[in-house]
């Protein structure tokens, strides 16, 4: 971790910054990490929103992919940062170790810092990581392409062959309730790991690393069509 520090002058203005003792080349912007963790979210909220006032299915498909990517980036963010912080403050090794670890699905990752810090699941947490785990499927399904052109044939007295197409999934994305699910799971799981950190109320922990002003565990329930 650097450590960043001011150079000053006798008159107590900055002369130089230095990052770990060593001066510091160009401008440096130092930010909270949840507000790093919360622009994720927000910017699916955002693109959500735009999505629903979108009246043609290519521009909805725009906004819609954007919305679920952002929604699984920001459940990333907030894997890595809250369970550093947690590992820090615990004074954990094996913590720090498996967050920094990249190997492995999002969700296997989930479940292991949950089991570490916390030594017993979350609430549902068995249909929370199914969840997360097809989500990411479809994620990296989308940020890693790999399509291979097939070949479409029309049987008819002189077959017709149209060489170089592709199956393409992104249409999934100019539907709204299912890039509305996704941001709801992503949330929920933010939700449950706050409560059991021991936050009766979840509503100020969601809008500390979320930006969701007002919601909490019931709303999102309510969204997924799940009983409380």
Sequence with gaps: MPIFSFACTQDGSIEQILRDGEPLAGPVRLEQLYSIVRIYFELSESN???????????????FGLQSFLM????????????????????GRTDVLARVSRREGTLSRKIQDLIELVFGTPVLDQERLIQQIFALSCLRNEIVHPRWTPSTLVVQTDTALVVEGLVENRQPLFEDVRMCTEARLWCRLVVARIGQAAGNDDVHPFLFHWTGAYGMRSSDILDGLGIPR
């Excluded at 959500?48 to 498909?61: P, Y």
């Excluded at 699984?72 to 615990?90: I, P, S, V």
């Design 48 to 62: 959500l929103r735009q999505m629903t006032q979108q009246e043609d299915a290519t521009r909805r498909r725009w």
């Design 71 to 90: 929604s699984l980036t920001g459940l990333e963010a907030f894997t890595n940062t809250y369970f550093h912080l947690r590992g820090q403050e615990m």
